[in-house]
């Protein structure tokens, strides 16, 4: 599995976009690139995936370059709440594991 | 709303006591599903893979007789911590790949303190 790296922690304030860049060197034709919200003794939250180019749903987009060795997550004018933990991770469409690094720690200052 | 429901949110009990942990589908059926467990300021630790119908693949390092877990319909997997100890003090999170759609989704979490 393609592993991921993003970095570990990261500022921004009230009413700012917050792009969060992860690598994934290695990710293979048939995967696919998703990322994760989690605040603390909850379960991770589903927020955005794709494939390549761009994806947008209500909540963020996702940016994914052609040659799809990185992938950004854009949030659009961040609040206090979306102060969290954001995971990027490249899933295998055949077995849907999930390998899990270590995040990326937002804090959202007012 | 919620599309896995895991219970219960939190448990505490005794040292040697065994403690039952249920993660349920709720509109779909999950043929696999997933258990992870998660240190304090830590990332998720994938523990095994629940299989329905067939034995759960467990990963390095967990014992497959200290995590029972048991997979036995398309909506349901249970994980049973046995003869619970101070160190299986964690927060346990399960996991359900909803198919066709091609996302995860994960339950709330359960916050197991053994005294």
């Known amino acids: 599995l393609a592993k991921t790296t993003q970095p570990i922690s990261m500022d921004s304030y009230e009413g700012q976009e917050v792009n969060i860049t992860c690598s994934h060197n290695?990710?293979?034709?048939?995967?696919?690139i998703t990322w994760y919200q989690q605040f603390p003794s909850q379960g991770p939250r589903f927020i955005i995936q794709?494939?390549?180019?761009?994806v947008t749903n209500e909540v963020a987009s996702l940016f994914i370059p052609a040659d799809r060795k990185s992938s950004t997550l854009s949030l659009p004018r961040v609040s206090l709440s979306d102060t969290a933990v954001y995971y990027c991770?490249?899933?295998?469409?055949?077995?849907?594991?999930?390998?899990w690094g270590a995040g990326t720690k937002l804090i959202i200052k007012p | 709303g919620a599309v896995v429901s895991q219970h219960p949110s939190r448990v505490i009990c005794k040292s040697g006591t065994s403690v039952k942990i249920e993660c349920r589908s709720l509109d779909f059926q999950a043929t696999t599903m997933f258990w992870y467990r998660q240190f304090p300021k830590k990332s998720l630790m994938l523990m095994a893979t629940s299989n329905e119908g067939s034995k759960a693949t467990y990963e390095q390092g967990v014992e497959k007789d200290k995590f029972l877990i048991n997979h036995a319909s398309l909506t349901l997997s249970t994980l049973t911590v046995t003869s619970a100890h101070p160190e299986d003090s964690s927060f346990y999170i399960c996991s359900a790949p909803r198919e066709g759609v091609g996302i995860q989704y994960f339950g709330a979490g359960t916050r197991l303190s053994v005294l």
């Open positions: 794709g494939y390549k180019t761009k």
């Open positions: 991770l490249v899933v295998k469409d055949s077995n849907y594991q999930l390998i």
């Open positions: 290695n990710i293979a034709t048939n995967d696919y």
